[in-house]
């Protein structure tokens, strides 16, 4: 069964804290994707990356990075995090044509 | 750059009765996109609802169908008879590339199917 999992489901932080979401799949995928979603604004793309150490900007990149050291596992980071960060972050995994997706974090920052 | 436009905000519809949730999409690309409808239950991830690869060819899923047309751009959802377990947020979405895929969704529209 292709699985996409997210840790923490559920943060809460301090602005100028830093935050860690981590997001592992067990389909051995190439590329993996992190999104966040807001009311009214649909999913965004944050990152991509393509493979281990491969990763690239998507549209709304600023105040976050990514790192992926092995296929399975895909992290977002946000350093000195901000109260418009405030958001539900989905992670998802593609192979060819089609994504998975994780249950999402849902990331409240005070 | 590639777009998809969908039925916007909530949607509210009786038991048993039709849907249709429209989707139209813009792309650069020379190929035709490959395209999707997603469903966000509540307190879960997205899943994949259906999807269609080929223009002029019909996905089925679960009661829901749309079709490729790639005369109106267009991937409407649509279902005969909704379920209170249709409620739900569906997102249809557009990938544009083979291989490194590059998604783009809509802003989604909440379904609540009342009894």
């Known amino acids: 069964d292709m699985k996409v999992t997210q840790m923490p489901r559920y943060l809460i932080k301090r602005m100028g804290e830093n935050v860690l979401l981590e997001c592992g799949q067990d389909?051995?995928?190439?590329?993996m994707y992190w999104y966040r979603q807001d009311p009214g604004l649909g999913l965004q793309l944050i990152y991509i990356s393509y493979d281990v150490d491969s990763n690239s900007e998507g549209d709304i990149p600023k105040g976050y990075r990514v790192s992926r050291k092995k296929r399975e596992h895909f992290s977002l980071i946000l350093d000195s995090a901000k109260t418009n960060q405030t958001s539900v972050y989905f992670c998802a995994s593609s192979l060819s044509d089609t994504q998975y997706f994780g249950p999402g974090t849902r990331l409240l920052v005070l | 750059g590639d777009s998809v436009t969908q039925t916007e905000g909530q949607v509210t519809v009786s038991e048993s009765k039709s849907l249709i949730i429209n989707c139209t999409y813009s792309t650069t690309s020379i190929a035709y996109p490959n395209l999707f409808w997603y469903v966000r239950y509540p307190g879960e991830g997205l899943q994949l609802l259906l999807k269609?690869?080929?223009?002029?060819q019909k996905g089925s899923s679960r009661g829901f169908e749309a079709t490729y047309n790639k005369e109106t751009t267009s991937f409407h959802l649509q279902k005969a008879s909704v379920q209170e377990s249709d409620s739900a947020v569906y997102y249809c979405a557009l990938g544009d590339r083979p291989g490194y895929q590059n998604f783009y969704f809509g802003k989604g529209t909440s379904l609540t199917v009342i009894p």
């Open positions: 389909m051995s995928h190439e590329t």
């Open positions: 269609v690869i080929t223009a002029g």
